[in-house]
């Protein structure tokens, strides 16, 4: 009798284990749980791709390729480098700060809001701010990486180079779809915008008083020191972020290194850095 029992606690327990294993099956959101695409590559901030190769890897994984030649991509990886809209790690930009202006409907990561308060009370102490009258606009930190990835992969499953055809991206997390940059422009007295994000040569026409070397200055001063913590990408002068990048591997700098070692901002990498 007990070896029959036990046969039946065994059958018992076999068909639990089934039951559970369908279940679990019907759950993955792909066919099968080792259809689940795997994204090997990162840089910096998450997942990504470099060229068109490892890109067209990448998006095979998360495209499918539709009768009529174009490509659905349903499985762009979301996650920390390729942060979802509708993410709670992001919140509305503050836009109650006396000297940091941002857009209506901008968002940002906690780690950036931070970043902009701190900003905004360097900002109040500084003589030279207040002797210039000059304030910073916030125009674009979070940007959904995980939209473009999809516009990007459905050109390269069609052969094109999105950077090199279309002036867009490579797929994959960059500093904006990670949340840790934002573009950040100095407004001058009269409203005029000292440092442009079309400003790639030293000579560069900004319509503003203040020349563009002495307000590109400032505003790495503001956002680089010790107290605001942000770092800039060498070669923009617009681009802030905080975390992510090491500085020089990564084409990044602080003041006073970036006008002493990358003036003018040329809008491209220099070599020996990788940009993302
Ligand atoms: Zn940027």
Known sequence: MKTRRRLLATAFTALALLGLLTATERD?????????PRYTRRNAF???????????????????VLPSGGAHCPRVPGG?????????????LPRDLAYVRVDRGD??????????KRLDAWL??????????YKVHVSNCWRDGIHDGKVECYFIMK?????????????????HSSGKACDI???????????????????AKTGSSIDFKT???????????????????????WHYEWGGAVRNDDCRCKAPECQQKFWPPTCKPSTGCKPH
């Not at 998450?46 to 499918?64: L, R």
């Not at 968002?107 to 970043?115: D, H, L, M, N, R």
């Not at 052969?159 to 797929?171: R, S, T, V, Y």
């Open 215 to 237: 307000a590109s200055r400032m505003l790495d001063e503001a956002l680089t020191n010790d107290q605001v913590g942000a770092q800039r990408l060498n070669y923009e002068a």
């Open 159 to 175: 052969g094109k180079n999105p950077q090199a055809d279309l002036k867009l991206a490579m797929p994959g997390a960059t500093p």
């Open 28 to 36: 993955a959101p792909a066919d099968t749980a080792s259809d689940v």
């Open 185 to 203: 422009h100095l407004i001058d007295a009269q409203g005029r915008n000292a440092v442009p994000g079309n400003a790639c040569t030293a000579d």
């Open 46 to 64: 998450g997942v990504s791709c470099g060229n068109m190769e490892s890109c067209t890897e990448f998006c095979k994984k998360a495209c499918d």
């Open 80 to 92: 920390d480098g390729l942060i979802p809209g509708d993410s709670p790690l992001l919140k509305p």
């Open 124 to 133: 109040a102490a500084s003589k030279e701010r207040a002797d210039k009258n």
């Open 107 to 116: 968002k940002g990561t906690t780690e950036v809001i931070e970043g902009l």
